[in-house]
């Protein structure tokens, strides 16, 4: 298995709070991803890094924030937490954006916003 | 504008015979489709990928096919086991696009004893 750490594995917060979530990966690859899922949507791209300090924009990433300040570590912030961010969030990496380097997952965060 | 649909959410079929999950897509740019499996409370697991140079690929018990001409894919699993009970996932990419990987919204297969 991909060496893939998320943190916190579940989070009740209240609206209006910030969270962070935590990707730390021991495989020193250097795509990091953050996913979220949710019914009907199957996994959805929020933000992405191609190396320390590089990031940029997914499909889904109003109310998001990414930094990655180490190759290992990857953290997503929610800074004002609303209902409609409670969701299941994916981190994935890889070594490349080949086809032959796929995506590996951790096994997620279940973040609910009351 | 879902760019990846999985038509059927859920997929009931007897151990020992064939699950075909199915995905369609509209985007002529995607160059590499891949299948994941989830099982609860777990991440996505990669299964299989295919290129769009190929029309198939075999990976032991499981086999993916692309259409191009129909933008179909699909995932065969023969022969079927309870333990691959799970989510699957269809996802496709092209090269260039940094890894940026578009989903369907998922297959839910159960395999009956």
């Known amino acids: 298995d991909a060496g893939i750490t998320q943190s916190p594995r579940h989070k009740v917060t209240e609206t209006g709070t910030p969270v962070t979530l935590r990707c730390h990966q021991t495989e020193n690859h250097r795509y990091m991803y953050w996913y979220r899922q949710d019914p009907g949507h199957g996994l959805r791209l929020i933000h992405y890094s191609y190396g320390v300090k590089d990031t940029d924009k997914g499909e889904v990433s109003d109310g998001y924030s990414v930094s990655r300040s180490k190759t290992e570590d990857f953290l997503l912030t929610l800074e004002s937490a609303t209902s409609s961010q409670t969701s299941v969030y994916f981190c994935?990496?890889?070594?490349?954006?080949?086809?032959?380097?796929?995506?590996?997952f951790g096994d997620g965060t279940r973040l609910s916003i009351l | 504008d879902q760019q990846v649909k999985q038509n059927s959410p859920s997929l009931s079929v007897q151990e020992g015979r064939i699950s075909i999950l199915n995905c369609d897509y509209t985007n002529s740019m995607f160059d590499y489709f891949l299948w994941y499996k989830k099982y609860p409370a777990e991440g996505p697991t990669f299964l299989i990928s295919i290129s769009s140079i190929k029309d198939k690929n075999e990976d032991g018990r499981f086999t993916v096919f692309l259409n191009k001409s129909a933008k179909h894919l699909s995932l065969h699993i023969v022969p079927s086991q309870p333990g691959d009970s799970a989510v699957y996932f269809c996802a496709a990419n092209w090269s260039g696009n940094t890894g940026k990987l578009i989903f369907g919204q998922g297959t839910t297969l159960q395999v009956k004893p």
């Open positions: 994935a990496i890889s070594d490349g954006t080949e086809s032959n380097q796929p995506q590996h």
